[in-house]
């Protein structure tokens, strides 16, 4: 027995085969399941409450499917993947390029979002105080755009370390994080679009 214990001890154990997880992308998937419970609360609010204004605008009466910038949102998930899978290559030009396309496809979800704002409160008198739904509706929609613009600075921020030459194939858990958080903005997007503008109570 003593001489297994001792052949067991002995036995050299390669570090390759295990290694700690990255504390940055623990944090980041706590902080994702955190506001992902945060996302639920505020989507189940609208859903219970839509219907129930006492006065107009209703959604169905000022609301238009945001066709294009949900595209570019969707798009950009997929630019995101082109460019970690280019910095896997070591193709850190085509990494740059494609990252700063995600970059510019946020930008354009911003842009969208605002002019819907624009329009719903200069043409259709909706605010935040008119009704339940104005409520509701800037309630969630503002949540899930301070992501997004939380997303587009780290993007930028990522962007802006890649010229540097900060990042490499093989040390890249930066670009990995800010990628999950991206991800994580767009998956709750299509919740938040299909709880706003597909929802068959409107």
């Known amino acids: 027995m003593v001489a297994a214990s001792e052949s067991i001890e002995s036995t050299p154990i390669n570090p390759a085969e295990w290694k700690l997880p990255s504390r940055r992308k ?3 998937a706590c902080l994702i399941a955190t506001e992902s419970a945060l996302f639920s609360v505020f989507v189940v609010a609208y859903l219970f409450y839509i219907g129930k204004s006492l006065t107009g605008p209703t959604p169905a009466e000022v609301l238009d499917i945001p066709v294009l910038a ?4 969707l798009s950009s998930s997929l630019t995101i993947v082109i460019a970690e899978r280019a910095m896997h290559r070591g193709s850190m030009g085509q990494f740059k390029l494609w990252w700063f396309v ?4 946020a930008a354009e979800f911003l842009g969208a979002t605002a002019y819907e704002w ?3 409160i ?12 104005g409520t509701t509706y800037y309630s969630l929609v503002g ?3 301070s992501h997004v613009i939380v997303g587009l600075l780290i993007l930028a921020w990522t962007q802006f370390f890649a010229w540097r030459g900060a990042y490499a194939s093989e040390n890249h858990v930066a670009v990995q994080v800010s990628a999950l958080y991206w991800h994580f903005v767009h998956v709750v ?6 709880s706003l503008y597909l929802s068959p109570r409107l």
């Open 118 to 120: 624009y329009k719903l």
């Open 26 to 28: 623990i944090g980041m």
């Open 70 to 73: 949900t595209i570019c949102l």
């Open 122 to 133: 200069r043409i259709d008198h909706l605010t935040i105080a008119t009704n339940l739904f």
């Open 189 to 194: 997007w299509l919740f938040v679009f299909f």
């Open 143 to 145: 949540l899930h755009g």
């Open 102 to 105: 995600t970059i510019l496809l």
